[in-house]
């Protein structure tokens, strides 16, 4: 792994571009940063835990609570009938109650809270409450949804062209299926929410969460009362990856109906057990196909299902399905095309978004489908993806999406060509052969995948941010803005983006916790937007004080304001330099504003949510990765030899922090396709629910060799310091160790005469290796 040489830099340099050191690093390393589990306990406060059910699906008589009560330190229960407001939380769907009513609709269902004295009192007492529920059949599979189009939300279908003619017009065709499994988040610091009940019907709640806002209105929904009664605070998450959109708000909702009926503070932080039992995942997804190509492998017609697992309720289901079907084409041209989206309804955790939000889901199906065409024409597969590749050229009619937006800015055909030679891929192909020829245990493989990701929102009306920014009369500046820090670096990146506006040091400037109090209505820090939103966001409300600044100085110099300058801590005219801190104390004293918001709405976007067409995305990110793999075809482990990567962050902001995220995306999206399985038994009951059983990748698993190269090429779309996201579209690069996994199997398989297309289910595990390899 590789990383930007300096760390430190002078404000003469400027901070944006430049990387800076993680606004919490030292911190983090020293232990000083404390996150919601560390923060000193307010004197009364008390503990819950989570009743769950046990079973699927069932009818839900009533609760036995006499064990529980009898316990030392229980000081009682909350049920849905504790509940002052609407049962159903405020989620888009309105169809998840807050605690199970008549019915329990998986394993896992919180049912009520048992409050005690301490933590763990409350965890053995919620074990020995005995829901009565008279068990219903329940459906656990999407094949069994399907066939009883059992749905949280109607089918989508998305058309171009005509499929069925491209399909019969194709000299050449192929069907198949395939079948990606879903993902846990995993983030170190678990969900947590602790909630103190404050004067008039106020309440204060501390949440872990990537979305102040919604947890803000579900707690105000939940307790009957208005949004500006509650405040949500959040100064970091100790990793969120979705998993902290809409699941951090149910702790929330719980823990402040228990601080109602309890009249005193409560937390609740769940264990890691029952953080999987109870939590959404990563959409599982299944699909079938139809595609025809030609010899050089250009798709002619495409019909394509796709089915996700969506678990119990809508959450955010809709929007996911819908990013799949926008990135179903990923980097590729399909002229004739048929997509069809079920949004699966199952007796299972209700699944939510997480890096990539549906992304990885479209992309991994596109990129099977030509893996298969290469190896049914017996062509590279990485001459067959550029064969497919969007044209370059904007006005070509081959640089319009499936859901009509043009692909303007187009990069992918130079950073393929840099990335094939930086890599040696050919000269690396080459020898694999040689070495696969005569190594038949230790089979080896190679594969390119590009990414092409749209940035934004889907849902269009999250694409907007607000700010404060406060300059202080010692010349340090305050920064508030709606995202939250999850351990991504955005408050470093905004920090730096302030700093340069303002032309002051990074050290003068300080960006404080996420807080509804202060930017109201803020949109998630999620699809890869939290930069692009809040950094421009905070460098409008920067740029008014700036401007405040300009025309007063201008005032005592006699020039324009155009005329003056900031930069290095000082502020520049014709005439002169003054220190940026006098000159503060001085406005200051003359009655100047030195402070300001900022707010920032995404242009350019807009579509249509019924036929899915127009133009959802502000730009798109690209990237390419290419992944060596080994298998030992005895007992199908395998290993991950090396990475290299070219990646588009734009003009970066932060270099090192750039490159870490494409690290970890990477890494995270190498377990989703070869470790991290999730297993439901025929009870419905999560079997893979703890480290022990649930396996993420280790240091072991990441090799020698990754390199990270960014692409130098400005946005060419106006975003924030000409930089582009970098959170989500790294995790697809990992397909690239999937399709490398494939060509090891295909190359044990011609050992055995067995030529074509190779099926291997996704997660790439040990056992699907095998199976793969057999079939």
Same mark, same amino acid.
């Given at each position: %792994?590789?990383?930007?040489?300096?760390?430190?830099?002078?404000?003469?340099?400027?901070?944006?571009?430049?990387?800076?050191?993680?606004?919490?690093?030292?911190?983090?390393?020293?232990?000083?940063?404390?996150?919601?589990?560390?923060?000193?306990?307010?004197?009364?406060?008390?503990?819950?835990?989570?009743?769950?059910?046990?079973?699927?699906?069932?009818?839900?008589?009533?609760?036995?609570?006499?064990?529980?009560?009898?316990?030392?330190?229980?000081?009682?229960? &909350?049920?849905?009938?504790?509940?002052?407001?609407?049962?159903?939380?405020?989620?888009?769907?309105?169809?998840?109650?807050?605690?199970?009513?008549?019915?329990?609709?998986?394993?896992?269902?919180?049912?009520?809270?048992?409050?005690?004295?301490?933590? $763990?009192?409350?965890?053995?007492?919620?074990?020995?409450?005995?829901?009565?529920?008279?068990?219903?059949?329940?459906?656990?599979?999407?094949?069994?949804?399907?066939?009883?189009?059992?749905?949280?939300?109607?089918?989508?279908?998305?058309?171009?062209?005509?499929?069925?003619?491209?399909? #019969?017009?194709?000299?050449?065709?192929?069907?198949? !299926?395939?079948?990606?499994?879903?993902?846990?988040? /995993?983030?170190?610091?678990?969900?947590?929410?602790?909630?103190?009940?404050?004067?008039?019907?106020?309440?204060?709640?501390?949440?872990?969460?990537?979305?102040?806002?919604?947890?803000?209105?579900?707690?105000?929904? #939940?307790?009957?009362?208005?949004?500006?009664?509650?405040?949500?605070?959040?100064?970091?998450?100790?990793?969120?990856?979705?998993?902290?959109?809409?699941?951090?708000?149910?702790?929330?909702?719980?823990?402040?109906?228990?601080?109602?009926?309890?009249?005193?503070?409560?937390?609740?932080?769940?264990?890691?057990?029952?953080?999987? %039992?109870?939590?959404?995942?990563?959409?599982? /997804?299944?699909?079938?196909?139809?595609?025809?190509?030609?010899?050089?492998?250009?798709?002619?017609?495409?019909?394509?299902?796709?089915?996700?697992?969506?678990?119990?309720?809508?959450?955010?289901?809709?929007?996911?399905?819908?990013?799949?079907?926008?990135?179903?084409?990923?980097?590729?041209?399909?002229?004739?095309?048929?997509?069809?989206? +079920?949004?699966?309804?199952?007796?299972?955790?209700?699944?939510?978004?997480?890096?990539?939000?549906?992304?990885?889901?479209?992309?991994? &199906?596109?990129? !099977?489908?030509?893996?298969?065409?290469?190896?049914?024409?017996?062509?590279?597969?990485?001459?067959?993806?550029?064969?497919?590749?969007?044209?370059?050229?904007?006005?070509?009619?081959?640089?319009?999406?499936?859901?009509?937006?043009?692909?303007?800015?187009?990069?992918?055909?130079? %950073?393929?060509?840099?990335?094939?030679?930086?890599?040696?891929?050919?000269?690396?192909?080459?020898?694999?052969?040689?070495?696969?020829?005569?190594?038949?245990?230790?089979?080896?493989?190679?594969?390119?995948?590009?990414?092409?990701?749209?940035?934004?929102?889907? #849902?269009?009306?999250?694409?907007?941010?607000?700010?404060?920014?406060?300059?202080?009369?010692?010349?340090?500046?305050?920064?508030?803005?709606?995202?939250?820090?999850?351990?991504?670096?955005?408050?470093?990146? &905004?920090?730096?983006?302030?700093?340069?506006?303002?032309?002051?040091? $990074?050290?003068?400037?300080?960006?404080?916790?996420?807080?509804?109090?202060?930017?109201?209505?803020?949109?998630?820090?999620?699809?890869?937007?939290?930069?692009?939103?809040?950094?421009?966001?905070?460098?409008?409300?920067?740029?008014?004080?700036?401007?405040?600044?300009?025309?007063?100085?201008?005032?005592?110099?006699?020039?324009?304001?155009?005329?003056?300058?900031?930069?290095?801590?000082?502020?520049?005219?014709?005439?002169?330099?003054?220190?940026?801190?006098?000159?503060?104390?001085?406005?200051?004293?003359?009655?100047?504003?030195?402070?300001?918001?900022?707010?920032?709405?995404?242009?350019?976007?807009?579509?249509?949510?019924?036929?899915?067409?127009?133009?959802?995305?502000? +730009?798109?990110?690209?990237?390419?990765?290419?992944?060596?793999?080994?298998?030992?075809?005895?007992?199908?482990?395998?290993?991950?030899?090396?990475?290299?990567?070219?990646?588009?962050?734009?003009?970066?902001?932060?270099?090192?922090?750039?490159?870490?995220?494409?690290?970890?995306?990477?890494?995270?999206?190498?377990?989703?396709?070869?470790?991290?399985?999730?297993?439901?038994?025929?009870?419905?009951?999560?079997?893979?629910?703890?480290?022990?059983?649930?396996?993420?990748?280790?240091?072991?698993?990441?090799?020698?060799? /990754?390199?990270?190269?960014?692409?130098?090429?400005?946005?060419?779309?106006?975003?924030?310091?000409?930089?582009?996201?970098?959170?989500?579209?790294?995790?697809?690069?990992?397909?690239?160790?999937?399709?490398?996994?494939?060509?090891?199997?295909?190359?044990?398989?011609?050992?055995?005469?067995?030529?074509?297309?190779?099926?291997?289910?996704?997660?790439?595990? #040990?056992?699907?290796?095998?199976?793969?390899?057999?079939?």
């Amino acid at each position: %792994m590789n990383a930007p040489d300096t760390l430190l830099n002078t404000a003469a340099q400027g901070a944006v571009g430049q990387s800076h050191l993680h606004e919490s690093a030292r911190a983090q390393v020293l232990g000083q940063a404390p996150y919601l589990d560390d923060m000193p306990e307010v004197r009364g406060t008390l503990y819950a835990a989570p009743i769950l059910s046990r079973v699927a699906h069932g009818t839900l008589h009533g609760v036995d609570t006499a064990a529980a009560l009898a316990m030392p330190g229980v000081r009682g229960v &909350v049920l849905a009938a504790d509940i002052p407001g609407d049962p159903i939380l405020a989620a888009f769907g309105h169809d998840e109650p807050i605690f199970a009513l008549d019915q329990v609709l998986y394993v896992g269902q919180v049912i009520g809270l048992v409050v005690a004295d301490s933590v $763990m009192a409350a965890r053995r007492a919620a074990r020995q409450v005995q829901p009565d529920i008279s068990p219903l059949p329940a459906i656990l599979t999407v094949q069994q949804a399907l066939e009883a189009e059992h749905y949280v939300l109607p089918p989508v279908h998305v058309t171009r062209g005509d499929a069925d003619a491209g399909l #019969a017009r194709a000299p050449h065709r192929l069907q198949g !299926t395939l079948e990606v499994g879903g993902q846990e988040h /995993f983030y170190l610091e678990g969900q947590i929410a602790y909630v103190l009940p404050m004067e008039q019907n106020q309440w204060w709640v501390y949440s872990s969460t990537q979305h102040p806002g919604e947890v803000q209105e579900w707690v105000a929904h #939940a307790l009957g009362i208005g949004n500006h009664a509650v405040t949500v605070q959040c100064r970091r998450m100790g990793g969120g990856f979705g998993g902290k959109e809409t699941q951090a708000g149910h702790l929330a909702v719980w823990s402040a109906l228990a601080a109602r009926k309890f009249g005193c503070p409560i937390k609740l932080r769940l264990d890691r057990d029952d953080d999987f %039992m109870i939590t959404g995942k990563r959409h599982p /997804f299944a699909y079938n196909w139809d595609v025809g190509f030609d010899d050089t492998g250009l798709i002619t017609g495409l019909k394509l299902q796709m089915a996700a697992n969506c678990g119990f309720s809508a959450d955010l289901s809709g929007p996911v399905a819908d990013r799949a079907i926008f990135h179903a084409d990923n980097a590729y041209f399909l002229s004739d095309v048929s997509i069809s989206s +079920y949004r699966c309804k199952l007796h299972t955790q209700s699944h939510t978004a997480f890096r990539g939000f549906g992304g990885p889901q479209g992309v991994i &199906v596109i990129e !099977t489908i030509l893996g298969d065409i290469a190896r049914t024409l017996g062509l590279d597969p990485l001459a067959v993806r550029q064969r497919n590749y969007y044209d370059a050229d904007a006005s070509s009619p081959r640089a319009v999406t499936h859901y009509q937006m043009t692909v303007e800015d187009n990069i992918l055909h130079p %950073m393929t060509k840099k990335l094939e030679q930086d890599a040696r891929y050919q000269q690396r192909l080459e020898a694999i052969s040689a070495w696969n020829a005569q190594n038949p245990v230790l089979q080896r493989g190679l594969a390119i995948t590009p990414v092409k990701f749209g940035i934004s929102f889907t #849902a269009t009306l999250f694409n907007q941010a607000g700010a404060l920014v406060h300059v202080y009369t010692d010349g340090s500046v305050q920064v508030n803005h709606g995202g939250t820090e999850m351990g991504q670096g955005l408050n470093t990146k &905004v920090a730096q983006v302030v700093a340069d506006e303002l032309g002051v040091p $990074m050290s003068a400037v300080q960006v404080t916790a996420s807080d509804t109090s202060k930017v109201p209505n803020a949109s998630a820090t999620a699809a890869s937007s939290g930069t692009d939103l809040n950094g421009r966001a905070a460098q409008y409300a920067a740029r008014k004080v700036r401007g405040n600044l300009a025309a007063f100085v201008a005032g005592l110099d006699g020039c324009g304001a155009g005329a003056v300058s900031f930069a290095g801590g000082q502020i520049h005219t014709p005439q002169g330099t003054r220190d940026f801190r006098a000159v503060v104390k001085e406005a200051y004293a003359n009655r100047i504003q030195l402070w300001s918001d900022g707010f920032y709405r995404t242009p350019k976007i807009h579509y249509d949510k019924t036929t899915l067409t127009g133009r959802p995305f502000y +730009y798109f990110a690209y990237g390419l990765a290419c992944s060596e793999v080994a298998i030992d075809t005895l007992t199908g482990e395998s290993k991950v030899l090396a990475i290299d990567v070219l990646y588009d962050a734009g003009r970066s902001i932060n270099p090192a922090i750039d490159i870490g995220q494409v690290e970890g995306g990477f890494v995270q999206g190498m377990g989703w396709l070869t470790t991290e399985q999730l297993v439901w038994n025929e009870q419905g009951v999560l079997t893979t629910h703890a480290p022990s059983t649930y396996k993420i990748p280790a240091t072991g698993d990441i090799p020698e060799h /990754f390199q990270v190269q960014l692409y130098q090429e400005p946005n060419r779309e106006d975003n924030v310091g000409g930089s582009k996201a970098v959170g989500e579209p790294p995790f697809m690069l990992a397909i690239s160790v999937y399709e490398a996994l494939r060509h090891a199997i295909a190359s044990a398989r011609e050992r055995q005469g067995k030529r074509g297309v190779v099926q291997l289910q996704a997660p790439a595990t #040990a056992e699907h290796v095998l199976q793969a390899l057999q079939r």
